[in-house]
């Protein structure tokens, strides 16, 4: 008899702790076929217990959605995406650490991959800010290493997105996430890294009338995140609001304000469309 469900949901937290070494074999044999069976996967992984290898992934095609959750080593989650790059509708990627996602977008090869049908993509962390960027990364990352990022150029990788939200530092040197998707993207979900508004600013992706269908915006800023010497809290303002100003709904979070330095009235200028305004949690200076 056929299934009749086409969504399946796995979580690996608790089976190290459960199930015998012995029965491991049979066990990821089995979260194997189902994977395989099903287009729609959300899968929790919490262990090494619970992991495919790369051959064991390279059976699972032609997903339509993938919801991953991941410890430290993801490059078997990054190629199972990578492999169903041409039928993906809707990717997420919860990570606990601070990762290089290179090869979402490039093979080993060094092939660009492209996601023709991808229509909503989300980068999130799944664990404590403080933890998942510790002192030594904040200063790696915040510093302008940020060219030391990977390159991509040329490459049209998310060339359909309509919802992009990235919640984790901005992995990328360049405009990746951005490139070619200005005339599709209609929510966008951005955490205000330095390495983020640096290359947003750099590659000019937000420009008078580049977005015409972006009509839903939500910004936040790390609360304890510290401010590097290249961004002021003026700039970190002005940037959430400069985004695409004909959004319809903008949700500003957590952003340090000061009304001596920047007056509220200029704040809005240009927001012709605006109809819902939310700007929870203002931080005084």
């Known amino acids: 008899m056929a299934l009749a469900a086409n969504k399946i949901k796995i979580s690996g937290s608790c089976f190290k702790w459960c199930l015998p070494e012995s029965a491991r074999p049979y066990f990821i044999q089995l ?58 509708q809707s990717l997420t990627i919860c990570f606990n650490s601070v990762t290089d996602i290179s090869s979402l977008v490039q093979d080993y ?8 049908c991808l229509r909503t993509l989300e980068l999130r962390n799944d664990s404590e800010l403080d933890t998942l960027y510790s002192d030594d990364v904040r ?16 490459a049209i990788t998310f060339p359909g997105l309509r919802r992009l939200c990235i919640q984790i530092d901005y992995p990328f040197g360049d405009d990746t996430l951005f490139r070619g998707n200005s005339a599709t993207l209609e929510y966008l979900d951005l955490q205000l890294f330095p390495a983020l508004i640096d290359r947003v600013n750099h590659y000019k992706v937000f420009t008078p009338e580049s977005h015409p269908k972006l009509r839903y915006i939500r910004t936040t800023q790390l609360v304890n995140y510290e401010l590097p010497n ?56």
């Not at 090869?109 to 023709?116: H, I, N, Q, R």
């Not at 200063?139 to 040329?154: D, W, Y």
Request: aromatic share 10%; proline share 7%; net charge negative.
């Open 31 to 88: 979260v194997l076929k189902l994977c395989q069976s099903f287009k729609h996967i959300e899968y929790n992984i919490r262990s090494d217990y619970d992991k495919f290898t790369s051959q064991q992934v390279d059976t699972i095609r032609e997903l339509l959605h993938l919801n991953y959750n991941i410890n430290d080593d993801c490059e078997e989650t990054l190629q199972l995406a990578r492999q169903n790059a041409p039928t993906l």
């Open 109 to 116: 090869d060094g092939s660009y991959a492209e996601y023709p």
């Open 139 to 154: 200063f790696s990352r915040t510093e302008l290493n940020i060219l030391r990022l990977p390159v991509f150029a040329g």
């Open 230 to 285: 290249f961004a002021t809290a003026e700039e970190y303002v002005r940037f959430a609001l400069s985004v695409e100003p004909h959004a319809q709904v903008r949700m500003i979070h957590d952003l340090p304000y000061d009304a001596d330095l920047i007056p509220i009235p200029p704040l809005f200028d240009g927001f012709t469309d605006l109809h819902t305004l939310s700007m929870p949690n203002i931080m005084p200076q």
